[in-house]
């Protein structure tokens, strides 16, 4: 048994793009071993990445696969042998199977004799197989953008490859990857290696000579390090911690061969700018951590983290340099926010005119008239249920609430859109309510995201977000397997996160109908909301499939109702009790699907005289079947269910005692009736028969 | 892995505006580039520079470097603002094909100028350009010198709308820039563009174009008349759209003679595509574009630069 190592050597790559192609990476050598019968049965696969490579070393891989043996069959003897001579059609066949005339033997099947061979085939070795088989998987990787280097354009790859390690052991396994044949040499880190050779003995040996070479090819290492690193720089600064950003930290990861950090500083005046530029300009535009004092305040520190490790000089350098161009940006943003400062958003309003929303659709002041429409549709239905808001504050806030687009900040910081608004509303006076509404328009920006604490705020999303979506599947632009080029789905999702989480007494239909979408438009909406909320329930709060399916099957519309069933349908769940009355309605749903193809009625229970354990059924259920609906009025769902779940010795006894489809129509009839009533009368919180016992 | 707190003197370089860019274009004449004057027709980015739109194009091997000025008068800032300008130097490169170490040859290009890298901090950030109205992308890096962009380094991958092949590495450093980091200044006009050998006074950025960056803001945001601007565009337009059309009649004609096609003059046809560009890019600084015109005008201009580029590829095939 061998270790197998394979680096591609890369300029650098996209930092986004590099956990994905590692893993990538790791599964196509595992699978192509695995499926060339390769692999021992405790061999390890280890992964390894940097800006600069891709690298897979995989433990306990076998030099040679085993010989194998193949039974071959050929034309029946008959055909083959004529008294006793070989024809034609036997010469032939042995030659296919590469062996002596005399060799081939008879074989019985069940059709009759046939002609067989015994064929040995010997195992490949494991350099033969990677050589012909790996370039092409490497080159299969999955990139989000690709690109030529090579005249004549023979691959794309999401970087230039420009160098190739591959080794079995200590050997070099002979493949070629764009035009590059693999060597057992690697290269170090740019500039505290430089440009010498690293020659890597062994596969082994891999991590500690690039170690030694200045590259930490584990990013799980180098993550860790980064961490270590920001908490020991931020100990500089008393009561100082650094701003957690597990994005950023992912992000430095994939730009890092050899990561440090250092802490630098700007001049605390700058602290007078809205902490969320200050973030913003650090995280997004600069790569740096923010740093807050102990009260949680932003502090005037940033945390830098350096592809490399300076001496004192090279600190200092580095140190001033970064400190520089922050400033820089600070100032422009500084300049910025004064500017827009001269035209108030209510002035701003005019020019939204000449900001196009969608080419097909209007401007951003017809985006604005639309969603008022929305914005007052849901308002008065909620005034309605005695929800407490401003109503004057939503409508200013929804005016209100696109014209930052036209401010230099969001021109500059198109990220900030929706907040540098609401720090504006709130700089010119315009009220903490429309200021907070405007603040919060575009959260939950994703699933984990908060969605906005005050009702103006939700309203306000919920107006934007429908209307959106209702106008673009109205222009055809409605989302299609992976392509969704305008975000519906994500704001679809927070249409339904923000019903979900909030204490908004609005359902979907709600919020579609206020939309004022109609016919088949409306149809087609209702059904990718739909969608939308079974993927939060799966997705997002983790129900299982058939738990969702079930609820989704008595009732789609109010979310948060959906939610409660589900958890309560969840809880039931384990019972046996209650799984044994669910696998009872399936069989329900079935007898009555039988009965109604071959055309049999269903009758009263009431009209015969039943049967003892018929009759037990129709009385338990008469007197569950009340106690259930004024549970599920009050919403008590838990409670609703292990009432249904107690209807089990009745349901067990009736499917064990009775014939249901009897003989006499009668009869029959009654039976259906008291199964389809039983059914009906305790599906309105799920459809249990959706229920998948185990 | 933190680096000590201690803070030796940072010494800022002692080379000038115009030795760093003496030291650049050296460098890469002596790694075989054609060192070029800018070009002499108002171009918004060294992109633009028919040196480099064109040259890309067909499968002929260049190498060729220039100081681009490069004009985007909504950029401009009257002088005012320490950090942009209307006008900017980019040093401009063009590899076709690309070196396998063009990366390590541009990073002794950095070292040309002084920078000991092992003093910084180098990452290579993911960054794709695109020009839409030229028909031209490609995928490549910023380069981040310590935080600071100083280079913009593309693979391009499509020029004209044409696909390149063999494709060309196009690195654009961002000479202001890398003066003000080097020179450590806080405003691009206090950058020292030039000093005088005998006496060492220094002649700074500031003497050379303050007043060019505040008439040319005055000009490009006020006194640029917009209907003439129209005229000017629209007749730029239409004399480039005759030549191409002419263009295409000549070059598609088997019986016209080689010499004939070599003659006719795209190059011209293309210098009247770029006053179209610079014309829109005044008009937009003048606010005279609206959100409906903005997407059809770009169209005109691509239409004009990628039906030079595809006559260009004809004209080339038949020398």
Known sequence: ???????????????????????????????????????????????????????????????????????????????????????????????????????????????????????????????????????????????????????????????????????????????????????????????????????????????????????????????????????????????????????????????????????????????????????????????????????GNLAPHFLAVLNTVADQDGAAIIRHGNARVLRARFKDARFFWDVDQKTTLAERVESLKYVTFQKELGSYAWKTEQNLAVARALAATVTNLDVVFSEPALVKAVELAKTDLTTELVKEFTELQGVIGGLYARAQGLGERVALAIYEQYTPASMEDEIPVSVEGQLLGLADRIQTIVAMFGIGNAPTGSKDPFALRRAANAIVKILAESELPLTLSDVLNASGAEGANKTQVEAFLRERLQFYLKDARGFAYDVVNAVLAAGADDVRDAIARAEALTAARGSEDFLAVSAAFKRIKNILRQAEEKGFALGSPRSVKLASEAQRLADAAAVLAPQVAALREQRAYGEALGRIATLRPAVDAFFDKVMVLDSDATVRGAHLGLIDEVLRSFSTIADFSEIVAG | MSAAQAAPHVKPTSLTFQDLLFRLQRFWAERGCVIQQPYDVEVGAGTMSPETFLRVLGPKPCRVGYAQPSRRPADGRYGENPNRLFKHTQFQLILKPPPVNVQEMYLESLEAMGIDLKHHDLKFEEDNWEWPAGGAWGVGWQVMLDGLEITQFTYFQQCGGLDLDPICAELTYGMERIAAFLQDVDSIYDIVWARDPETGAPTTYGEVRLAEELQLSVYNFEAAEVPRLWEHFNSYEAEAQALLAKAGAVLADEKASTVEKQRFPLLATYDLALKCSHLFNLLDARGAISVTERVGVIGRIRNLAVGVAKAYALQQEAS
């Open chain 1, 1 to 295: 048994m061998a270790d197998f190592l394979i680096e591609i050597g890369l300029e650098e790559v996209p930092a986004r793009m590099i956990a994905g192609a590692e893993a990538e990476l790791g599964r196509r050598v595992s699978e192509l071993l695995t499926r060339e019968r390769l692999l021992a049965a405790d061999a390890k696969i280890a992964t390894f990445s940097t800006p600069r490579r891709l690298a897979v070393l995989a433990s306990g891989v076998l030099e040679k696969q085993a010989d194998t043996e193949e039974q071959l069959t050929g034309p029946s003897w008959k055909v083959a042998f004529k008294d006793g001579e070989p024809t034609p059609a036997a010469q032939a066949f042995a030659k296919k199977a590469g062996v002596a005339v005399a060799e081939l033997k008879k074989v019985e099947t069940p059709k009759g004799e046939y002609v067989g061979a015994r064929v040995l085939r010997a195992g490949h070795t494991a350099e033969e197989i990677l050589a012909a088989g790996l370039p092409k998987e490497v080159l299969a990787i999955y990139w989000a953008k690709n690109m030529y280097w090579r005249a004549g354009k023979p691959e794309r790859f999401v970087r230039p490859v420009r160098w190739v390690a591959a080794l079995m052991d200590a050997s070099i396994v002979p493949l070629e990857i764009a035009g590059i044949a693999a060597g057992n040499v690697s290269r170090g880190h740019r500039v505290l290696h430089g440009e010498a050779p690293v020659t890597i003995a062994s596969a082994a040996a891999y991590k500690e000579t690039l170690r030694k070479a200045f590259v930490a090819v584990d990013a799980a290492e180098r993550r860790q390090a980064i961490r270590k690193a920001l908490d020991a720089a931020t100990r500089t600064v008393a009561g100082a911690r650094w701003r957690e950003d597990e994005p950023l930290v992912e992000t430095v990861v994939h730009l890092t061969e050899w990561p440090t950090v250092i802490l630098g500083n700007f001049e605390p005046e700058y602290l007078a700018l809205p902490e969320e530029v200050l973030v913003t300009v650090m995280r997004d535009h600069q790569k740096y951590f923010a740093v807050e004092d102990a009260q």
